[in-house]
T-cell receptor, first 114, second 112 residues
Framework: AQSVTQLGSHVSVSEGALVLLRCNYS??????LFWYVQYPNQGLQLLLK??????LVKGINGFEAEFKKSETSFHLTKPSAHMSDAAEYFC????????????FGKGTLLTVNP | DTAVSQTPKYLVTQMGNDKSIKCEQN?????MYWYKQDSKKFLKIMFS???????INETVPNRFSPKSPDKAHLNLHINSLELGDSAVYFC???????????FGAGTRLSVL
């Protein structure tokens, strides 16, 4: 069974600082990996996804994530945080093949201080 | 025009009642999902339909019954509501080849 672990339920950064949200996965074969963002009282929006092409994936709003098979990690980064980045971030994994079941991590709440 | 729309947005009801949540997608996708997000923000898949056929059915009480009248709709009916059913329920859809799920804004269910 696949699983996702997000280290840190809450990350706080200053505006303009580096954002680093950690995600590790457990899977017998490299799965598809995703980062979703949830703004308050809204649904989830896809930030980026890794399928099997480049290991460095660029997403929306200046975010990117690097797939590291040796570390089974898919950490999300952004060089400079903006106040509008404050939200809940979810890492998710799905198996390759026709079953597109998404398994989510427990989420990381990002707060951005002025 | 909203891609994945859910109604109602809020639902407050008494224990023991039966309620339904509707979901519609106008993206032309062939797969739809229901997720439950609990008070700690944990998201867990409940059901998935592909071309009106049930393909994922997680360990969910049989009080929950999904119904897909066509590819664009997936409704969730809940019988005999319990306090523990209080949560935010999200509908999502995807096109099989793309493997990206698009989420609705959620339905906040409160059982009193």
């Amino acid at each position: 069974a696949q699983s996702v672990t997000q280290l840190g339920s809450h990350v706080s950064v200053s505006e303009g600082a580096l954002v680093l949200l950690r995600c590790n996965y457990s899977s017998s074969v490299p799965p598809y990996l995703f980062w979703y963002v949830q703004y308050p009282n809204q649904g989830l929006q896809l930030l980026l996804k890794y399928t099997s092409a480049a290991t460095l994936v660029k997403g929306i709003n200046g975010f990117e994530a690097e797939f590291k098979k040796s570390e089974t990690s898919f950490h999300l980064t952004k060089p400079s945080a903006h106040m509008s980045d404050a939200a809940e971030y979810f890492c998710a994994v799905s198996p390759r093949g026709s079953n597109y079941k998404l398994t989510f991590g427990k989420g990381t709440l990002l707060t951005v201080n002025p | 025009d909203t891609a994945v729309s859910q109604t109602p947005k809020y639902l407050v009801t008494q224990m023991g009642n039966d309620k339904s949540i509707k979901c519609e997608q106008n993206l032309g996708h062939d797969t739809m999902y229901w997720y439950k997000q609990d008070s700690k923000k944990f998201l867990k898949i409940m059901f998935s339909y592909n071309n009106k056929e049930l393909i994922i059915n997680e360990t969910v009480p049989n009080r929950f019954s999904p119904k897909s009248p066509d590819k664009a709709h997936l409704n969730l009916h809940i019988n005999s509501l319990e306090l523990g059913d209080s949560a935010v329920y999200f509908c999502a859809s995807s096109q099989e080849a793309a493997n990206i799920q698009y989420f609705g804004a959620g339905t906040r269910l409160s059982v009193l």
